[in-house]
């Protein structure tokens, strides 16, 4: 992103007047690029679980493909397991034996969504560390969204689907900040209510000690009173 935006500064610095076309496809791409799509590569151990978590707000479209890449594996083709849960727990995909697959699902949770990937399969103990890799291409919003079946419904293409495109960013864009603001209430709410525990239960604690403190001063006036120490 980056090389892009020093690109955009570049052309904005030079060409001011002539390159406000060229700014804005910058832009679309820089927007199309940003965040809403991520392809991943992990190996998987012999034994144990590797997890892939991503927190994704309410009513979001989520589309992943995976597929299983082996090495020195041409005989036996080693597969895995996958387990998607919901923050909740609900389970939302379940595969196993398979070397690849998808899933598809929209968000009725916002929070941790988790998916879970492990070695199966007869060939399992063979495996060694590191010789199995898995390639995760996860989406989400409009990098899930098929723009092929949009173009040709709405009947658009080039500048113009680009447009489309750019207009979906920027609504995801601000549905993720009011996402993000709403939040920060929620967690600035929760950090004012235990403010306010904290100090009642602090003033509860001194009212103790105080309380504590005066009766271990008037029992033992009456304790040296009856021994006539005083």
């Not at 595969?95 to 949770?109: C, I, L, M, P, R």
């Not at 960013?169 to 603001?181: D, G, S, T």
Request: hydrophobic content about 40%.
């Amino acid at each position: 992103m980056s090389i892009y935006l020093s690109f955009f500064t570049m052309e904005k610095r030079f060409h001011h007047r002539s390159s406000q076309p060229i700014a804005l496809i910058w832009f679309i791409l820089v927007c199309n690029r940003w965040g809403f799509s991520q392809a991943i590569w992990f190996n998987l151990p012999g034994t144990g679980t590797k997890c892939v978590s991503e927190e994704i707000q309410n009513n979001v479209v989520v589309l992943a493909d995976y597929y299983v890449v082996s090495e020195d594996h041409n005989t036996h083709e080693p597969t895995i397991s996958v387990k998607v849960t919901s923050p909740y727990g609900n389970n939302l995909h379940q595969k196993e034996n398979v070397t690849h697959g998808q899933f598809a699902f929209t968000t009725s949770e916002a929070g941790n969504y988790l998916a879970c990937f492990w070695l199966d399969g007869p060939n399992k103990e063979e495996v060694n560390k590191g010789d199995v890799s898995v390639n995760l291409d996860w989406r989400t919003g409009i990098a899930a969204k098929d723009w092929e079946s949009v173009a040709k419904k709405e009947k658009i293409e080039g500048v113009e689907l680009e447009l489309k495109k750019l207009e979906g960013a920027v609504e995801a864009i601000h549905e993720n900040l009011l996402y993000l603001k709403n939040r920060e209430a929620e967690m600035r709410t929760v950090s004012e209510k235990t403010n306010i525990r904290v100090a009642l239960f602090s003033i509860m604690s001194l009212a103790v000690c105080i309380t504590v403190s005066v009766l271990q001063i008037v029992y033992l006036k009456q304790y040296f009173r009856k021994k006539k120490l005083i």
